[in-house]
């Protein structure tokens, strides 16, 4: 079970940070990722991080703007997201992969989405 929280309404050029808590499974068995669904668009790949958080991958859009960590502590994904544009007003889901983190098809376990909404 995956449960995001940290969405909200922010100015353009401000930051914000997703945090998703992962409960009812082996947490270091999954790779995260962070999803986004802006109105009118499908879903699509944001972030992702290896189930050991030596590799991650970013879209091209959020490269050096935004980061993903894990905590396996905790059993938390986060996204820090800085430098925020009005076209990253989205939806942001969090999800878990038993496979490769960039295999952006195999995320199969989904939280529920966090409103993302950056004023220009």
């Known amino acids: 079970q995956l449960q995001a929280s940290g969405g909200g309404l922010v100015p353009a050029g401000g930051s914000l940070t997703l945090s998703c808590n992962f409960s009812g499974g082996p947490f270091r068995s999954y790779a995260m990722g962070w999803f986004r669904q802006p109105p009118g668009q499908e879903r699509d790949i944001v972030a992702s991080?290896?189930?050991?958080?030596?590799?991650?991958y970013y879209t091209d859009s959020v490269k050096d703007r935004f980061t993903i960590s894990r905590d396996d502590a905790k059993n938390t994904v986060t996204l820090q997201m800085s430098s925020l544009r009005p076209d990253d007003t989205a939806v942001y889901y969090c999800?878990?992969?038993?496979?490769?983190?960039?295999?952006?098809?195999?995320?199969?376990?989904w939280g529920q989405g966090t409103q993302v909404t950056v004023s220009s």
């Open positions: 999800a878990a992969s038993p496979g490769y983190y960039y295999e952006k098809w195999k995320y199969n376990n």
């Open positions: 991080i290896s189930w050991n958080g030596a590799s991650t």
